[in-house]
């Protein structure tokens, strides 16, 4: 029996992948490039497919079966890419690092010397990230919260909220994966170019309670985009019921009340989602920020958030209300004509239009950009 367990042991560490001989990928030079090397001995053709600009990258075969190509000078950022051997796309072999975005894997690296330095951890004082559960009477449902806790809180001293909202087939995790809240917090603090803050962010998909295998459906959940979960999409009850997260947090944080202690900001459908509930809300925040806004201009639903809105945005009043985009985003466009409604209706706020599209190179930048605005 002990030689049959000894050998289904074996057997079983086999299916563990160490990394075979010395093929090291990817490879950050001086310059700022990036190196690529693709142990694929029988492939035909090798291609990396990554999102930095012109990110289609073609391998050559070297000695060994070893494929390479090395990148122009890149900006400093988180990227993520995927590699393509003969058709068939997948993840880096040599690469352990991986990030999930929506139903997709993909492996990344950093380009220092910039932005990138905030999305790293350094030897600063810690937050921390909890991931809890609030009863939600509007859905009749348990449903998942993650909240980032700066380093100096200790339960007793109250700290000023921003609730940060994440884009269509995100969820609470978005922004703690791909946004890399906890790093960008930590850096901004500990360089005191933010104020300690706690940061809530919330599962924008009313039609689900938690993440892809973090509900009771476990692994039957899968990552969709938003508007494909049933009685999820622009129904306006998220909108409606946000008080209770922020009752929530306010009852189960050290978390500062009023108006002047909370800030509401989201990318995407999480944008859309920040502008009516801070306009349906106008004695809650005084702190909006839209990124990559996925407005609409005209809304099917008879939801009452979705109502009035020239009344309602003319009746907000608040402290900040920033607004930005990238010139390349398919949302550009429409996120004009809303400038153009604000400038119409008198409404004051602050813009930024960066480079590139519908990325979150842009929205971790926005929020380093945001943050250091609020509280202040």
Not at 15 to 29: K, Y
Not at 53 to 69: A, D, M, R
Not at 354 to 371: E, K, M, P, V
Request: with cysteine; proline share 6%.
């Amino acid at each position: 029996m002990a030689g049959i367990m000894a050998a289904a042991g074996l057997h079983a560490q086999q299916n563990v992948g160490f990394r075979a001989g010395n093929v090291t990928s990817p490879v950050i030079n001086a310059d700022n490039t990036v190196t690529f090397n693709v142990h694929a001995p029988k492939a035909h053709k090798v291609v990396v497919l990554g999102d930095w600009v012109n990110g289609i990258l073609p391998l050559k075969e070297g000695e060994g079966g070893i494929w390479s190509g090395t990148t122009s000078v890149l900006p400093s950022e988180l990227y993520t890419y995927r590699v393509n051997i003969d058709g068939i796309t997948g993840l880096d072999p040599a690469n352990p690092f991986t990030k999930r975005d929506v139903g997709t894997t993909f492996s990344y690296f950093y380009v220092n010397g910039g932005y990138a330095d905030y999305y790293q951890v350094h030897d600063v004082p810690h937050g921390t990230v909890t991931q809890t559960w609030y009863h939600s009477d509007a859905t009749g449902s348990d449903r998942r919260l993650s909240v980032y806790l700066p380093p100096s809180y200790d339960g007793k001293k109250k700290f000023p909220v921003l609730y940060l909202l994440h884009g269509s087939g995100g969820d609470e995790t978005a922004w703690i994966e791909l946004g890399n809240v906890p790093r960008i917090m930590d850096n901004l603090i500990a360089k005191g170019e933010a104020v300690p803050m706690i940061v809530v962010m919330p599962n924008g998909n009313i039609g689900a309670t938690a993440a892809p295998g973090e509900t009771s459906d476990n692994l039957a959940f899968r990552p969709v985009m938003s508007n494909l979960i049933p009685s999820n999409y622009k129904n306006g009850t998220y909108e409606a019921s946000f008080q209770e997260i922020i009752s929530f947090t306010e009852k189960n944080f050290a978390a500062a009340r009023g108006k002047k202690n909370r800030a509401v900001a989201g990318l995407s459908m999480g944008g859309f989602h920040s502008l009516y509930i801070a306009i349906n809300h106008p004695a809650s925040f005084d702190y909006v920020g839209l990124f990559s806004a996925g407005l609409v201009p005209q809304l099917t639903s008879d939801s009452p958030m979705y109502s009035n809105v020239d009344e309602k945005l003319k009746a907000m009043h608040v402290k900040l209300f920033w607004i930005a985009i990238g010139k390349d985003d398919f949302l550009y466009d429409i996120n004009q004509e809303f400038r153009v409604k604000l400038d119409k209706l008198g409404v004051p706020y602050e813009y930024h239009e960066s480079a590139r599209g519908h990325l979150w190179c842009n929205w971790r930048q926005y929020l380093l950009l945001f943050a250091p605005r609020l509280f202040k």
